[in-house]
């Protein structure tokens, strides 16, 4: 570019600056007004108006996104022109906006982590979702009953052991909290709790101390010192000597002890509680983890009546089984080896259920991860890992592993109860293929080595080869004359049913003639039609779709308490209700695939823990127990409509004895020393599953496509085969790199300058099209007739396979052999790493807890 042209770019980058900041303080100056005559409430309509400000601010990306050394982004204006416009800066100073720049909490980034697409229009609890029309601000209360206690949790991870704080608890001894070496020697229930400094070679004092004043937490200090006590962002030590001060300490809120490098943090849990319940400042607070349940909640609760609403949650029960579940996520997280390709801070989705056996009524409904903190820094800077802690995970459908073998033997058994004799061996460890002399194609299925197999085994075990028989068999007709089978290639396998020893092939006719199976298992010629009897009994039984849909998406039924019949499919209460089932034994295309794997659960077969936790309590109560979350007592369940009653006692040996002997025996163990009477019979089903994980971000190769989608000036050269910015195409990588910093942002809109990490990961992706010679083709594309490139092809992506856990394990309280209460846990952990069996260790806990003890021994609500 000549010399002379000089100042007419910069005119254009000045007017291409001004013009948009010009209409951005003219919106801002016009606001009110423009708002005014639209007729909406001042205090809403400035914040929404406010939001809409600071979007378009941030849309035209005059806000810079950086990271410091912790991998915290750090937000603010954009050095240069924009920055230092004094009309933008008065904005900044006289709105939100000013405080908001130093919360990135605040603000929603895009997926690579790279750009600030807007801010939370709720961040200022004004436009609040659902609050159109008038939101309902009433109570929503736990079930009645007692509420957790008061407790300080030390913050860490893992967390330690929190101290229970009971106006009958202990008094304070000489040093329960020693500074700066962070010791927390408190032990039992606790009235008052003393906070010591060690300075030098001088013996520990006093500095100050947490007291509980009837249900009200203090934290009193009587002396300035080095050690700085606050309570949430206040310091509290008083100013002079001989001064003390009494801080409340309330809950939620932390404390924190910091001498130089030494800290610890302490929030406050329990005492009493709500689900939700509005703040004195007009804030609307939640419960942890319960957030997502209440806002349909209060949407469909709008215009009336402000009464408090109860719901069937157990404040006890809840706070025991989220406790129970960080821990648990804590361990994971731990256990993960160093050498790991994923980081071993990463969050995964968790969640827990706990359900009334007997009635159905969900107690509680435990979420991980929680908050920002739970994340990694990647995870922070994408919306995948904001979805992680905005859901309940409970009212997911999630992969459940075997598990799913509890509810598909009842009902395959229901259908066919001469399956309950079928005997065979239980296989190798390892890769199994072969099952029944049956090829059932390649890559094989996971197998745990066992002898000779029978039914109660079988689920003792969680013996995946009997499993696949079982499935197989499933299509056979039980009345029809038994067919004479083809021998079986060698090794020949003996099985036996009915008590007649076999060493045939079962003579399956859906099989077809085929010789051998495709590349995914047997293709079942002709097409089965409706395929065996038995999903139709699984649908009975456990009110699911065994097929591929139709009917609502969520289980609102969950709902039917609050206004005594079941809302519509579109209700907002869709929004806290579980999604159903969608297991697609209607299409069976591949036998390997969409049959066989459900039994393992793999291919359709996900459920939501909720839908799990009714399914085991249909089981060992033998009734039409159904999940809902209001507490209202009706009449008893109906029995389950079988066909074979007699079947479900032999399903519940097997149940009894996974906890006994079989793959969860050390919960068994524990669960004998909880001090639950003889009364009291535990049942149980873990499982194991694989998971797509999240698959690893690519920044460059986002940048290169939003390059193209902004024209940036992206073109294919023929001649070289290569893509290229500008009119030279690139030889290497480096120059690449360079035509992409060189670009301007006023052109594009997509700020580069000073992004060489990834403007060179962008450049890598532009040679993985290249063709190498002269006029040729990209295979990945098309560019347009000028050569531009205008779309890339969103690149797939393998995700790592996380390996879960799961467990749903049920404790009744049995009289003359009925149950009469219980508790029914349903843990789900989307990933396990190195530990050996997570879900056991949550189930556990909740079962020691009093609120637990309490639940199923009538002393609760």
Known sequence: MSRRSTPFASWTRALAVAAPLAAIVALVAGAPMVLAALGRPSGQGLVSGYDRLVDAIAQRQWLALRYDANGEPRIALRPGPIGEDRRLRAFVNASYLRSDLQDPSLWSLSDDGQWVEGIDPYAHHIDRPFSGGGAWNGPIQFRGGPTPGLRLQPLGDPPPASIALEPQGGAAATCDILMPTRRVAASGSRRALSICLKDGDAPPHAVGSVILVGDQALVRVQTPSILEIRVGARDVRPRTDGDVTLTPLPRGETLTLRTGQSVLRLRLDGGAADIAHSEPSGDRAYFPALQPLAQPVERIMAGRSLRPLRLSLDARLQQAAQ????????????????????????????????????????????????????????????????????QNHNFERLPVGSMAKGPFSLAILDADPGLATLKMQGGATGRIRTVLGMDLGEGGFDNHGLGMTDFPTFLEHSNNRYALALMMLAYRAPDATPAR?????????????????????????????????????????????????????????????????????????????????????????????????????????????????????????????????????????????????????????????????????????????????????????????????????????????????????????????????????????????????????????????????????????????????????????????????????????????????????????????????????????????????????????????????????????????????????????
Not at 337 to 342: L, P, V, Y
Not at 502 to 519: N, S, W
């Open 485 to 861: 089978g083809r021998p079986q290639p060698p090794p020949v396998e003996a099985w036996s049913l009915e008590g007649k020893s076999r060493t045939d092939v079962p003579p399956l006719p859906v099989f077809g003639e085929a010789t051998a199976p495709g590349p995914f298992g047997w293709v079942l010629r002709p097409p089965p039609g409706r395929g065996p009897a038995w999903p139709d009994r699984l649908a009975r039984l456990f009110d699911l779709d065994a097929g591929q849909g139709g009917g609502c998406r969520y289980d609102v039924a969950v709902w039917r308490g609050l206004t005594g019949a079941t809302p519509p499919c579109a209700s907002p209460l869709a929004g806290a209700s579980p999604e159903r089932e969608r297991l697609g034994f209607d299409a069976i295309a591949s036998f390997r695939n969409d049959y066989l794997m459900a039994v393992l659960g793999g291919s359709r077969s996900t459920w939501s823990a909720i839908k799990m936790a009714e399914v085991y309590s249909r089981i060992v109560t033998g009734r039409q127990v159904r999940a809902g979350f209001t507490p209202v007592a009706g009449p008893p369940a109906a029995d389950l409509p079988m066909r074979s009653p007699q079947v479900r006692a032999t399903v519940l040996d097997g149940l009894s004895r996974v906890v006994k002997t079989g793959t969860a025996a050390w919960l068994g163990r524990e669960f004998a020393g909880m001090g639950y009477g003889p009364d009291v019979a535990l049942f149980g089903k873990t499982g194991t599953m694989k998971v797509a994980g999240e698959a690893p971000s690519e920044p460059g190769v986002a940048l290169l496509r939003q390059l193209a989608r902004s024209d940036c000036g992206l073109r294919w050269d023929a001649n070289a085969g290569v893509l290229k910015f500008g009119f030279v195409a690139p030889r290497d990588r480096a120059e690449a790199t360079r035509q992409i910093l060189d670009l301007k942002e006023t052109r594009c809109r997509v700020r580069v300058a000073g992004r060489r990490d990834v403007a060179g990961q962008a450049a890598a992706e532009m040679q993985r099209y290249a063709c190498a010679y002269r006029h040729c083709q990209p295979a990945d594309f098309v560019p347009e007739p000028d050569g531009r490139v205008v779309n890339l092809p969103v690149r797939a992506v393998e995700p790592p396979l996380l390996d879960g856990h799961a467990i749903a394990v049920v404790a009744v309280r049995q009289v003359d052999g009925k149950p009469t209460r219980g508790l029914t846990i349903v843990v789900n952990l989307q990933d396990k790493r190195q530990a050996e069996s997570p879900a056991l260790a949550v189930a556990a806990s909740i079962l020691r807890s009093p609120a637990a003890h309490a639940w199923i021994k009538e002393d609760g609500a």
């Open 323 to 390: 406790d129970a579940l960080a821990a648990g996520a804590a361990v994971v997280r731990a256990s993960a080896s160093t050498d790991a390709q994923r980081a071993n801070d990463d969050a995964f989705k968790a969640a827990v259920t706990v359900m009334d056996t007997t009635s159905g009524q969900v107690l509680a409904v435990a979420s991980w991860p929680l908050a920002e903190t739970d994340l990694s820094p990647a995870q922070r800077r994408t919306r995948r890992g904001q979805n992680l802690i905005a």
